[in-house]
């Protein structure tokens, strides 16, 4: 998988009007600093993940599912691979960069830790089962496969190289250490995780899901 990185000369090539109005506010910051000479500098991120995520996000979602055996949704077949890194590591580097980057430039920042979802999400069903107990493969049946986004992208790959070569950057957790962190701390925080999903979220969950 190390073909094919997103890095900082590659044209934006969105598919999805999400994805668009994300490229759209690169193209306003860059404008700013070209035409009136706002200082501005801008990073691009691969997935992260952590606590205090909402659980709209794949990992918050599924560790409260297995914890509560509902469903695990996974768009297609699971095959879309995405880049993960430990929200921590990106307020790092954006600290640094804000201090110390040059203006008028991109950084990209990364963890070189590709997964294809299906493997993502048996990671943490392995893991949440272990943590409570439960045999191995105890929550594999949750597995649930659906219709996956319009003009959903099939890869994200973050090439970090420059910001690891000009700034010293890289991430300090391995990935096993900050899943089983990161699982850890919503399993031990239910009622922080109960509060938000209760109302309103439990109706979006609804929409995006039910039914498919």
């Given at each position: 998988m190390g073909e094919?990185?997103?890095t900082e000369q590659t044209p934006y090539a969105p598919h999805s009007p999400y994805s668009a109005s994300k490229a759209s506010s690169d193209h306003f910051v860059r404008a700013f600093h070209d035409t009136y000479g706002l200082p501005t500098i801008i990073t691009n991120c691969s997935n992260n993940y952590g606590p205090y995520q909402f659980p709209e996000k794949l990992i918050p979602l599924f560790i409260n599912n297995i914890r509560?055996?509902?469903?695990?949704p996974v768009y297609g077949r699971g095959e879309n691979v995405r880049d993960w890194l430990y929200v921590e590591d990106h307020a790092r580097a954006i600290d640094l960069v804000f201090?110390?980057?040059?203006?008028?430039?991109?950084?990209?920042?990364?963890?070189?830790?590709?997964?294809r979802?299906?493997?993502?999400?048996?990671?943490i069903i392995r893991t949440v089962d272990r943590i409570l107990g439960n045999p191995e493969g105890y929550s594999d049946h949750l597995?649930?496969?659906?219709?996956?986004?319009l003009g959903h992208d099939l890869r994200y790959a973050i090439d970090s190289t420059k910001i690891k070569e000009e700034l010293g950057?890289?991430?300090?957790?391995?990935?096993?250490?900050?899943?089983?962190?990161?699982?850890?701390?919503y399993l031990d925080n239910q009622e922080w995780m109960d509060n938000v999903t209760s109302g309103d979220y439990a109706t979006y969950y609804e929409r995006m899901y039910a039914g498919r």
């Amino acid at each position: 998988m190390g073909e094919g990185l997103f890095t900082e000369q590659t044209p934006y090539a969105p598919h999805s009007p999400y994805s668009a109005s994300k490229a759209s506010s690169d193209h306003f910051v860059r404008a700013f600093h070209d035409t009136y000479g706002l200082p501005t500098i801008i990073t691009n991120c691969s997935n992260n993940y952590g606590p205090y995520q909402f659980p709209e996000k794949l990992i918050p979602l599924f560790i409260n599912n297995i914890r509560t055996g509902k469903p695990l949704p996974v768009y297609g077949r699971g095959e879309n691979v995405r880049d993960w890194l430990y929200v921590e590591d990106h307020a790092r580097a954006i600290d640094l960069v804000f201090h110390k980057g040059r203006v008028g430039d991109t950084y990209n920042i990364g963890g070189f830790n590709e997964w294809r979802n299906i493997d993502l999400i048996r990671v943490i069903i392995r893991t949440v089962d272990r943590i409570l107990g439960n045999p191995e493969g105890y929550s594999d049946h949750l597995i649930t496969y659906v219709t996956d986004r319009l003009g959903h992208d099939l890869r994200y790959a973050i090439d970090s190289t420059k910001i690891k070569e000009e700034l010293g950057w890289e991430p300090s957790l391995q990935f096993e250490e900050g899943i089983e962190k990161t699982i850890r701390w919503y399993l031990d925080n239910q009622e922080w995780m109960d509060n938000v999903t209760s109302g309103d979220y439990a109706t979006y969950y609804e929409r995006m899901y039910a039914g498919r």
